[in-house]
Nanobody, 120 residues
Framework: QVQLVESGGGLVQAGGSLRLSCAAS????????MAWYRQAPGKERELVAS???????DYADSVKGRFTISRDNAKSTVYLQMNSLKPEDTAVYYC??????????????WGQGTQVTVSS
């Protein structure tokens, strides 16, 4: 059984910072890409940032220069450092991981989500 557990969300004023963490645990053979998505009320879930197993990163245009994704492979953990937060960053943030539980089975797993609220 594989679990992704997020932490670090909360309420912050505009211009502030938060750091999200997502730790994967369970029967994990290897982890490929890890990513953060977000979903605001009434909107579709959107990709915020992704990072490959080798450390290559990609960001949504709306967060470039403000957010930084990183990972600690030894801890099977992905982070999202969010700076200069704006009210429009308010959403539930989800992490996901493309991982293998053995040499054959590869699946995409999602965390339960963590709320980020940015007040103006």
């Amino acid at each position: 059984q594989v679990q992704l557990v997020e932490s670090g969300g909360g309420l912050v004023q505009a211009g502030g910072s938060l750091r999200l963490s997502c730790a994967a645990s369970g029967n994990i053979f290897s982890i490929n890409n890890m990513a953060w998505y977000r979903q605001a009320p009434g909107k579709e879930r959107e990709l915020v940032a992704s990072i490959s197993s080798g450390g290559s990163t990609d960001y949504a245009d709306s967060v470039k220069g403000r957010f930084t994704i990183s990972r600690d492979n030894a801890k099977s953990t992905v982070y999202l450092q969010m700076n200069s937060l704006k009210p429009e960053d308010t959403a539930v943030y989800y992490c996901n991981a493309d991982l293998r539980v053995d040499l054959v089975v590869r699946s995409l797993y999602w965390g339960q989500g963590t709320q980020v609220t940015v007040s103006s």
